[in-house]
Nanobody, 125 residues
């Protein structure tokens, strides 16, 4: 069982930056692909960023590509999401998730086995 806890969310002005953290416990996530998803009020959960087990491969939704950076530290059992040039449309609850998926299979929420509770990110205009 993998227990995930996100932190680092908050209120930021448009154009600002935040770094989210996802700390895992229960077992090592070193063999898991990890993803960040977000869900805005009244909208479906959507994929934001993903990273393979080694950290060598990262992938992003078009809406965040070039502004968000996902990374991981397997020694600390933690995954990060660095967000810059934030926009009001980035406002959402951001959740991290763990999966044994690979490649294109990692874009779908259904591919993930473990989820955190989420952290709120609010971007004001």
């Amino acid at each position: 069982q993998v227990h995930l806890v996100e932190s680092g969310g908050g209120l930021v002005q448009a154009g600002g930056s935040l770094r989210l953290s996802c700390a895992a416990s229960g077992r090592s996530i070193s063999s898991y692909s990890m993803g960040w998803f977000r869900q805005a009020p009244g909208k479906e959960r959507e994929f934001a960023a993903g990273i393979d087990w080694s950290g060598d491969s990262t992938y992003y939704a078009d809406s965040v590509n070039g502004r968000f950076t996902i990374s991981r530290d397997n020694a600390k059992n933690t995954v990060y999401l660095r967000m810059k040039s934030l926009k009001p449309e980035d406002t959402a609850v951001y959740s991290c998730a763990a999966s044994l998926c690979s490649g294109y299979g990692c874009y779908a929420p259904g591919a993930y086995d473990y989820w955190g509770q989420g952290t709120q990110v609010t971007v004001s205009s």
